[in-house]
């Protein structure tokens, strides 16, 4: 498959993934008693709304990236550590739920449709819905790593310690520096380190939902 056809496929799932994951987030907010992400327009499944320009970048190359954060303030909440942790874990779990809603989808089609390899239409709904899966399912993993601004280092902070939460806190500014730095150390080491943690719970996902990425 060459570049641009492989684009076309992946851009749809890649824009459905990030723009979910984070209207999740603003979502739960939202019923949390945080309205600040529908106050800045971004409670939408606009994906336009959602895009960063770097994590989205990221995710074409390696497939590993990010959107721009829905903004959130912790004070509109009755418990800020406990409801931040669910507004973080919001995300992932977005992404969980709608990898096991496209690979049911997956199944129903490919028994109906088998696919061909000839690039049909139905090909090519089969390989975004395969992709879909597989990019919700990196998506949700690589964002519960606890390092900042990902999701999992938020939820980190609401099992540590106030004092130490604060401290971990002040590497937010850091974070993102620190994950391109991976994944370019990792291009150049031809070892994507990022993959190595996801790819055994990706194999896991792929046993449950019966579906085989390579």
Known sequence: M????ELLIIAPPILF????????HGWVAYRLGDPTAKDAGRLTLNPLAHLDPIGTL???IVKLGWAKPVPVNPYNFRDPRRDMMWVSFAGPAS???A???????????STAFPYGGRGSFFDVILLMLKWGVLINIILGVFNLIPIPPLDGSKILMGFLPPAYAYQFAQLERF?????IFILMF???????IFWVLI????????????????
Do not use: Q, W
């Open 2 to 5: 060459d570049f641009i056809a």
């Open 17 to 24: 993934a990030l723009t979910i994951h984070e209207y999740a």
């Open 58 to 60: 990221m995710l074409f």
């Open 95 to 97: 992404n969980f739920l």
């Open 99 to 109: 990898a096991f809603c496209l690979a049911i989808v997956f199944k129903f089609v």
């Open 175 to 179: 974070g993102p520096f620190l994950l």
């Open 186 to 192: 990792s291009y150049m080491m031809r070892l994507n």
């Open 199 to 214: 790819s055994p719970f990706v194999a896991i996902f792929s046993a449950v939902l019966g579906i085989r990425f390579y």
